[in-house]
T-cell receptor, first 114, second 116 residues
């Protein structure tokens, strides 16, 4: 069963504009959420995360928003740059379970047009 | 650099053969995770180690799969009697408590397995 869902397989955005990636989850036990970025032929690399005790976390051009009541999180990239073209995975864990295993969405492929 | 490394990067095998993959984590990372990723999907958890102890195995890990982490350093994942359904990217990740309390996992480039 897919506990983390990314319903948009792809997103195309013009350079300089905002990219908004969405993620929904079904497991109410999840208490930590992460976004990973993946280039071809490389493993996923950590981008930004948020704990369930917060509703927003910002790091440079990247901001993650968490809406626990809706079981929804989003990643905003502003401004988008050509180097942001990659696959973005949303992931979640039950950190308090102490295993920290990650459940991933299927990914969203972002293409930034010049 | 001391990132996570995986070998081989690609493996092509015939159905029924055994294969073994190796993962070298970031040194001093005491947690090591294995994930499997199939086309169009995100990585799925298989198993994880804390030091040399294997603490959890997913139901995805059938009896044909075995993982070890002797001495708490590198890890191996062996698949016996491979099937075409085993074709996937096998990802290894490591973490330490210093990295957001184990929450941030560092991934290797993966081993792509193709079973003919």
């Amino acid at each position: 069963d897919q506990q983390v869902k990314q319903n948009s397989p792809s997103l195309s955005v013009q350079e300089g504009r905002i990219s908004i990636l969405n993620c929904d989850y079904t497991n109410s036990m999840f208490d930590y959420f992460l976004w990973y970025k993946k280039y071809p032929a490389e493993g996923p690399t950590f981008l930004i995360s948020i704990s369930s005790i917060k509703d927003k976390n910002e790091d440079g051009r990247f901001t993650v928003f968490l809406n626990k009541s809706a079981k929804h999180l989003s990643l905003h990239i502003v401004p988008s740059q050509p180097g942001d073209s990659a696959v973005y995975f949303c992931a979640a864990s039950v950190a308090r379970s102490n295993d920290y295993k990650l459940s991933f969405g299927a990914g969203t492929t972002v293409t930034v047009r010049a | 650099d001391t990132g996570v490394s995986q070998n081989p990067r690609h493996k092509i095998t015939k159905r029924g053969q055994n294969v073994t993959f190796r993962c070298d984590p970031i040194s001093e990372h005491n947690r090591l995770y294995w994930y499997r990723q199939t086309l169009g999907q995100g990585p799925e958890f298989l198993t994880y180690f804390q030091n040399e102890a294997q603490l959890e195995k997913s139901r995805l890990l059938s009896d044909r799969f075995s993982a070890e982490r002797p001495k708490g350093s590198f890890s191996t994942l062996e698949i016996q009697r491979t099937e075409q359904g085993d074709s996937a990217m096998y990802l290894c990740a490591s973490s330490s408590y210093r990295d957001r309390g184990y929450n941030e996992q560092f991934f290797g480039p993966g081993t792509r397995l193709t079973v003919l």
